[in-house]
């Protein structure tokens, strides 16, 4: 039997010897926030936990913390808290979390969250923390498309709504990221949507999610091999 790696099912004994192993934590940020009219509001959650608990099966010195499903931007049926209090929160979670963790990986999937991301990681990394982000990227349209509804197919095929799916393009803006981060993707797109998910498949989505871990791997080695040197 693989061990169990999920925090929230864990007594504290076996955290804390899991971490004494030399166990890093997991940390899914997400967001509460519109992904057109086919994919549920827990999407940027859902696809954050899902490539965090891929990383735990296919290691054993990975343990996935329960996700922070609130972000910032706010548009019908998004759940915001705001910049200042999501870098807070991720702050004052990294505190905690490496008070029995030796290192501590924000997987972020959700655009708008980059920046108090960002400034969390260097404040915790300023008060000798060693905390990392990984925010994972695909080729291929950006939001609620084909990319991330497969990846959503994969993760959770029957929350997607397919037969309400609808291309989606953004509103002409010089640069779309800008406001997509600040004031999320209703911002330059009616439908909620920046490509088209038409033809997505959760065959297509799980190759996708697997090199995404790949990739994620690949980043914990050299850090592996950093704090070796």
Known sequence: MSPRYRLADLTWPEI?????????LAVPVGATAPHGPHLPVSADTDV???????????????????????????????????????????????????????????????HGSA?????????????????????????????????????MLAARPLAVRDYRAVAGGARSAPEPWPPLRSCGVRAISDAGVLGDPAGATGAEGGVLAEALVRALSEKIERWHETAAA
């Open 115 to 151: 920046e108090p991301v960002a400034r969390a990681v260097d404040r915790l990394r300023a008060e000798s923390r060693d905390v990392r982000a990984f925010a994972p990227h695909w080729n291929g349209d950006p939001h609620a498309g084909r990319t991330e509804t497969a990846l």
């Open 16 to 24: 804390r010897d899991r971490a004494a192993a030399g166990a890093l």
């Open 48 to 110: 954050a936990s899902a490539l965090c608990e891929r990383l735990a099966r296919s290691r054993t010195d990975v343990l996935v913390a329960p996700p922070v499903a609130y972000g910032c931007g706010g548009a019908a049926g998004a759940l915001s808290i705001g910049q200042s209090a999501l870098e807070a929160v991720l702050t004052e979670l990294g505190r905690s979390a490496c008070e029995t963790f030796g290192r501590v990986l924000l997987v972020s999937t959700h």
